[in-house]
């Protein structure tokens, strides 16, 4: 007699799928706007079916392509998680630098003319970055270093009449710029005296 057998097997198990991600940029001074891209994900058996983010700075988001932005500086380990329509999933990461705004660079050449008995006039050349404001600090006498503001000025000046100072006088002054981010180093020291 002729005997047949077959042999059942159960369906194939699920094969996870494999999580890509590509990061841009990847470094950067803040606020930084980085894109994350899972879509080079695949799976061997099936289809990604979910993309889950997680920044590195406590904040999550969802997509294939999505964008975040980080405003502080730091390094942050981003990590995708892709999900299959099986349900398996699969995990990598990726590394953030994100590096603080530099300051605004020192004034220069700042040289102190005295104009009368009562008021000096100073010039200076700016930095080549952005600012917002002029600091101008002055101190009193020969060979003072007691400094104190005399003024704020918008981050575009480069010149300053100080008025109302006493009569033969010596007077020393420094500025430094300030910027969002900062303030600069400040200007090389310039003195004179007022006339009698």
Known sequence: ??????????????????????????????????????????????TVASW?????????????????????????????????????????TGVIVVTAVAGPTAPSKLTANALSASSIGLKWTNGTTPQTSVRVERCTGAGCVNFVQAATLPGTATAFTDNGLAPKTAYTYRVRATSASG???YSNTASTRTKP
């Open 1 to 46: 007699a002729l005997v047949t057998c077959w042999h059942i097997t159960g369906a194939a198990a699920n094969r996870p799928p494999t999580a890509v991600m590509t990061v841009t940029p990847s470094s950067g001074a803040a606020p930084l706007s980085v894109t994350f891209d899972g879509s080079g994900s695949t799976d061997p058996d099936g």
């Open 52 to 92: 889950s983010w997680s920044f590195g700075d406590g904040t999550v988001g969802t997509g294939r392509v999505t964008t975040h932005q980080y405003p502080n500086a730091g390094t942050f380990t981003a990590t995708l998680t892709v999900a299959d329509d099986g349900g398996a999933s699969n995990t990598t």
């Open 183 to 185: 303030d600069s180093p």
